[in-house]
């Protein structure tokens, strides 16, 4: 995968300041990938393991990112940072953060250097079966054909 951006949404801009600022970060894996690597396609699922780690925290998710292959320079990852919207960064796993960013070698060093803090939530991956497979399949490869995930 190249130097892909995917895409950036807006959780919840207006989160009181004393309030932990989360930016949760999913992978962008191709929907080809559905049977060897389930969880991987599934960004919803990572970005809903995120969000519950957070909450459980007290901390509120503000950047949900959906990335796959980005540099650890990338200004889709730090303008939150820059602009004071995102204290935190957070993925489900290291395997996530293997797939979404190009070196998380590289990006952990980068948000040490910014101090910006990088957690991963640390949990089993879901057991996915062929039913749960096939409705991920159905949210992605439908997306305009108005089927809305449920």
Request: charged letters at 30%; glycine letters at 8%.
């Amino acid at each position: 995968m190249g130097d892909t951006s995917g895409a950036s949404v807006d959780v919840d801009a207006d989160v009181d300041s004393d309030v932990v600022r989360v930016a949760a970060i999913a992978s962008l894996t191709p929907l080809e990938e559905l049977d060897e690597e389930p969880f991987l396609v599934d960004s919803r699922s990572q970005h809903a393991m995120c969000a519950r780690w957070a909450a459980e925290r007290g901390y509120v998710v503000t950047r949900e990112l959906l990335v796959g292959g980005l540099r650890s320079d990338h200004c889709a990852l730090w303008g939150d940072v820059d602009a004071g919207l995102v204290d935190l960064f957070v993925a489900p796993s290291r395997r996530v953060l293997e797939r979404a960013l190009t070196s998380v070698d590289d990006f952990t060093a980068e948000c040490a250097r910014r101090g910006v803090r990088v957690e991963t939530v640390g949990r089993a991956e879901p057991a996915y079966d062929a039913q749960m497979k096939a409705s991920v399949h159905r949210r992605l490869s439908m997306p305009t054909a108005g089927y809305d995930g449920r």
